[in-house]
């Protein structure tokens, strides 16, 4: 299908349980946030923040577009095996910058996976520079 044939639009509260499906389909990493409440959540701190990809009321592909007032960020990037290589996830990121630039940000990250090299060769080929002098640091506050 060509672009035309989807559409990007901010996720809805309706759209959590398809989001959750596309991430296990997509085979996108596990996360503990990864549920009906937790995509709530994120969606009333932040309504627009969550972009999909949609064709036909199916959600093909997400991510999420992150503003804290001080940088953009970019999670779960994740695509239908069957809609991969058609320009989705491309679209999706340059939604997301967009999204993001009209919020103010000059500079945007995104969280990927280490052992994804075809993610990484997707960000790369976007324009995006793996930064090679920073650690992420994680600490879980509690159990889901």
Known sequence: ???EEWTIRAAGGDDAAAVLDLWRVASSLPSVTDSEAGIERLLRHDPRSLLVAAADDSVLGTLIAAWDG???SFYRL???P???RRGVAASLVR???ARLAGLGAIRL???VASDEAAARLLWQSLGYARQTNRS???RM???P
Request: hydrophobic share 50%; glycine share 8%.
């Open 70 to 72: 001080w940088r953009g």
């Open 141 to 143: 506050l509690s159990q």
């Open 1 to 3: 299908m060509a672009p």
């Open 95 to 97: 939604a997301g910058e």
């Open 78 to 80: 994740a695509v239908h």
């Open 82 to 84: 069957d809609w991969r």
């Open 136 to 138: 992420r640091f994680v």
């Open 109 to 111: 990250t995104a969280i």
